[in-house]
């Protein structure tokens, strides 16, 4: 017996990360793909209301077609709704790890909400209201909103994996619910860049000679 433990004591410091981490908790290229989605999709968003006018803001290209300025509020509105429901799953029992909890599952998770074919219907509570007057605004709200989400994705060590609630399109663990959220402000973000090729979209004014 006291060989065993001068053994495990001597091999502890060689153990990786992921073989001792939780059976739920996030790999460390878990943890790098939903931390690169989450970067990439708010670069993106931000791009896309970059230095808009007014009227480009609220351009709508038909009566029942959201503006840029209603894209962009139901993605600030969907952040703390969706990460919530990541922290909600968190309270649910402890299942094992399901069979779908894979890369290979959670790279179909985010090609498919990202797919614009598909269309959907938002929940009452993330439908906008022209909340944010400006781009400006709304950079600020999102900014501080995904930045949140950013610094718990790279702390966090909770069993992600192996806690399960319903989604769009079946069971989800807590780590597929980050990547819906990162994938939802990627989806609407494709939307907003076709608001601005629509042939009505407002011009810029240029100055004359």
Known sequence: MKKLA????????FVTAPLFAAEGSMT???????LDQLETSKKNMLASIQDLTAG??????????WSVQECAEHIILAEDYIFSGSQQVLKTPVVPRPDGSNAEADHKLV????????????PEQLVPGRKF???????????A??????AYVKTS?????VHVGPGPAGPMDGYQILLLLASHSARHTAQIR?????????????SGL
């Open 6 to 13: 001068i053994l495990l004591c001597a091999i502890a410091p």
């Open 28 to 34: 460390a290229e878990e943890r790098a793909y939903l």
């Open 56 to 65: 480009q803001w609220t351009f709508k290209p038909a009566p029942a077609v």
């Open 111 to 122: 090609a498919g909400v990202q797919d614009r074919s598909r269309k959907a219907t938002a």
């Open 133 to 143: 007057a400006t781009p400006d605004d709304a950079v600020r709200e999102f900014t």
């Open 145 to 150: 909103r995904r930045d949140k989400t950013i």
């Open 157 to 161: 060590n909770d069993d992600l994996r």
């Open 194 to 206: 076709e608001v601005e090729a629509n042939a009505g979209f407002p011009k810029k004014a240029t």
